[in-house]
């Protein structure tokens, strides 16, 4: 969702093993330096990536006419098929030939990329909640690496080798292996290095493996969003060498690369994070990092009289961080639901929400991540996760006896200037957000009746498991079906983001309404289950595919606007409305490396569930607003879902 200038969005520009060679001579330790060493340059794959399709315009509005069906009175769907029917025959078609037209002249991009990226920018809303998701690492499994100065410091250090390994197109390539053992070889990377770039993915294709976008990763690191009113901007500079860290509300910064690019010992960041931890200064009083929790354009205004004020050196120091590390205060002792809440909003006085992601660690070594979402989509944020929690649980360089240095410490506490408006600005930010936060109802549900495995075994989707839960348990709750938004990527194709997949099908509607008015036997409802899971497979891979229709029909309302023509009326019409009016927003990213996943609400009236089919389990972690929700009794109703369905699957 957003439109970058062109400095911003154009495409990574790493040299690749031209840059690696002429900088060997300057590298203390090659082999620390790096958290991987590629023998295929990161953006390899990048040049040959397919382009995100155009769908026929045909095909997009029988798709959102189908998407239609289970929300709409026969009544009201009959006005909508008449209504998207003349739209496909008249402003529609000219609408489509527009966007191919633009696509054609525009090859280095997908059709939806800068559409997206403005969407996002343009949002007044607050990034908190609405926004930012957050992650949350298993623990490691050995006590005293949970500790929150070994924690933190082993992830600062394999973050920066990430880092380090993307800016030298050392990192390994994002690839979807789909038979893993034919392709994730050394023959499948020997001969794919060789190919040339215009040619790398289809020699990829060729071992049934599938190379991933890779543009969104220069958004990791030395980013900020910033804002503007109207627009807000993404500010990026890989120059700078050092880290921020916040700590009681109060901001400090350290290089974590010497002068040559090289990164410092784990002992020296060691000791310069262990001189962050000793300051014993109370809370600050008037922590900055709340004001980034606010309406954008209000924060917009504030920041500028920051600016106005002597502030902008020390602001642009937090803006071209690495990333940011903040160290809270708080334990978690094993409280899910307290985790949920820290790491999706807090308090707001430790956090910073306009960074490219923040790193969190609890005072009991809990550690996870808040990110803002602008710049990227969670294959690059997971990916990034996964290898740094790899690392540090099996291959930490700091352990429990590691003793700080005490050379090349360069801690330096930033200190802002405030005049009494600013500190009303803090204030006032202090009291809003907090009254934003008590108005959540966060919950969350793991069930162990039913697991991933478990559904494959029973030949039905985990997937369709899940959100099939999701309609029941709303259903049952409300008696009613609402639109449901299921987030699915797009990354394997260049600059693609997301594509909305329609979980709540003509199938489920037939499902829940019998199964709630008991009118089917198990073995009927076993049956339609497995309709419903065909059908979910089957929109899956169309979204994957680019062939969902909810970006096509947005990309061509901004064709319209951008021509300066009529806007249509589909997308004034109480279908579209009703439909893109997310009650239900889900999203999984599921991994063994992830101990919890959230984000919040994206309507008042609706609910935000990141959900997960593990191994041994099913969960998700549900959030919404008191006034009009309550989380924990979709929960139950959610439990209860989950029971009906594993009752089903088990009958013989």
Not at 113 to 140: E, H, K, T
Not at 202 to 210: E, P
Not at 461 to 482: R, T
Request: charged content about 25%.
């Amino acid at each position: 969702m957003l439109k970058l200038s062109k400095s911003v969005n154009k495409q990574p520009t790493f040299k690749g093993f031209d840059m690696f060679s002429t900088r060997i001579s300057r590298v203390k330790d090659i082999e620390y330096q790096y958290l991987q060493r590629s023998k295929v340059p990161t953006m390899h794959f990048q040049k040959s990536l397919p382009r995100l399709p155009i769908p026929e315009l045909s095909k997009s509005t029988e798709r959102y006419l189908n998407a239609l069906k289970p929300l709409l009175s026969k009544e009201n769907y009959a006005l909508a098929e008449q209504r998207t029917r003349s739209f496909s025959l008249a402003e529609g078609k000219i609408l489509q030939d527009k966007l191919i037209a633009k696509d054609k002249a525009n090859k280095d991009t997908s059709y939806i990329s800068n559409y997206w990226f403005d969407l996002y920018l343009r949002d007044r809303a607050p990034l908190p909640i609405n926004y930012n998701p957050l992650l949350v690492f298993q623990n490691d499994s050995r006590p005293d690496y949970n500790n929150q100065l070994i924690r933190a410091t082993n992830i600062i250090v394999s973050a920066a080798r990430f880092m380090l390994s993307l800016r030298e197109s050392i990192l390994e390539p994002e690839v979807f292996h789909l038979q893993p053992k034919k392709s994730n070889t050394p023959l499948f990377r020997t001969i794919t290095g060789l190919l040339p770039e215009s040619l790398s993915w289809y020699g990829a294709y060729l071992f049934k493996a599938y190379p991933l976008d890779m543009s969104q990763f220069e958004g990791l690191f030395n980013a900020t969003r910033i804002p503007l009113e109207g627009k807000d901007r993404i500010l990026r500079d890989p120059k700078c060498n050092h880290v921020v860290v916040q700590k009681n509300g109060h901001f400090y910064t350290f290089d974590v690369l010497d002068n040559d690019g090289n990164l410092l010992s784990p002992a020296e960041i060691l000791g310069n994070l262990h001189k962050i931890m000793t300051d014993q200064r109370k809370s600050a009083d008037f922590p900055l990092g709340v004001l980034t929790s606010q309406n954008r354009d209000l924060w917009a205004m504030q920041r500028a009289h920051l600016e106005d004020t002597g502030n902008s050196d020390t602001l642009r120091q937090i803006d071209t961080a690495i990333f940011n590390l903040i160290l809270d205060e708080d334990s978690i002792d094993d409280d899910k639901n307290k985790i949920l809440k820290l790491y999706l909003h807090g308090d707001g006085t430790n956090r910073w929400y306009d960074k490219s992601f923040s790193l969190i660690v609890t005072k009991d070594g809990v550690s996870g991540i808040n990110f803002e979402h602008s710049w990227g989509d969670g294959v690059a944020v997971l990916r990034f996760f996964q290898d740094v929690y790899a690392e540090t649980t099996t291959r930490p360089f700091v352990h429990p006896d590691t003793k700080p240095a005490t050379t090349n410490i360069s801690v330096k506490k930033l200190e802002f200037n405030l005049d009494e408006k600013s500190k009303q600005y803090v204030e006032n930010a202090k009291r809003e957000f907090n009254e934003w936060c008590n108005s959540l109802s966060i919950d969350y549900i793991l069930y162990e009746g039913l697991n991933k495995e478990a559904c494959k075994k029973l030949k039905v989707s985990p997937d369709c498991i899940m959100q099939l839960g999701f309609q029941a348990a709303y259903h049952l709750l409300y008696g009613k079906y609402v639109g449901t938004y299921e987030s699915c990527s797009t990354s394997a194709f260049k600059h693609g983001r997301t594509e909305t997949m329609r979980p709540c099908t003509e199938k489920t509607k037939e499902f829940c309404d019998r199964l709630h008015l008991a009118t089917s036997s198990k073995q009927e409802l076993r049956g339609l289950m497995q309709e419903c899971s065909s059908a979910h497979s089957q929109l899956v891979k169309e979204a994957a595919m680019g062939q969902g229709f909810d970006r096509h029909l947005f990309a061509l309302m901004k064709i319209a606007e951008e021509n300066n023509m009529k806007r249509p009326e589909i997308y004034d019409s109480h279908e579209y409305k009703l439909l893109n009016k997310s009650i239900l927003s889900t999203s999984t990213l599921s991994s063994p490396s992830v101990l919890a996943g959230g984000f919040g609400p994206v309507v008042k009236e609706g609910f935000g569930i990141a959900y997960s089919a593990f191994p041994d389990k099913l969960g998700a972690a549900v959030a919404s607003y008191k006034a009009h929700n309550n989380s924990s009794e979709f929960v139950e109703a959610l439990h209860k879902s989950f029971v009906d369905i594993t009752e089903i699957l088990s009958a013989k």
